[in-house]
């Protein structure tokens, strides 16, 4: 079965870096690739994808400059990196693989897998 995993979530100060993983069984990262995030009460937001075919990244505004969004074909495993972390980044954070066919890689209902998510906090 499918299955993604986030790992390397966890409290920070603001200013510090985080990086997460996301390791896949059953699949490979061969699709479109997103993390999003969602804090309590507040809608999923998109923060970074990767089209791994084509070596295009995609982030959003918000993280733009401070993430940076890679995979190890190796270790079935893409990360987010994330550097100059702001109270605002705090959430859950999830790495999702997209539909072969689908949509936008910002909109979340376009995403077929899911993992369980990853608590990042940050500090003031």
């Known amino acids: 079965q499918v299955q993604l995993v986030e790992s390397g979530g966890g409290l920070v100060q603001a200013g510090g870096s985080l990086r997460l993983s996301c390791a896949a069984s059953?699949?490979?990262?061969?699709?479109?690739t997103g993390w999003f995030r969602q804090a309590p009460g507040k809608e999923r937001e998109f923060v970074a994808a990767?089209?791994?075919?084509?070596?295009?990244?995609y982030y959003a505004d918000s993280v733009k400059g401070r993430f940076t969004i890679s995979r190890d074909n190796a270790k079935n495993t893409v990360y987010l990196q994330m550097n100059s972390l702001k109270p605002e980044d705090t959430a859950v954070y999830y790495c999702?693989?997209?539909?072969?066919?689908?949509?936008?890689?910002?909109?979340?209902?376009?995403?077929?897998?899911w993992g369980q998510g990853t608590q990042v906090t940050v500090s003031s």
């Open positions: 999702a693989v997209k539909g072969a066919y689908s949509g936008t890689y910002s909109y979340a209902p376009n995403y077929n897998y």
């Open positions: 059953g699949l490979t990262f061969n699709r479109y």
């Open positions: 990767s089209n791994w075919s084509a070596g295009n990244t």
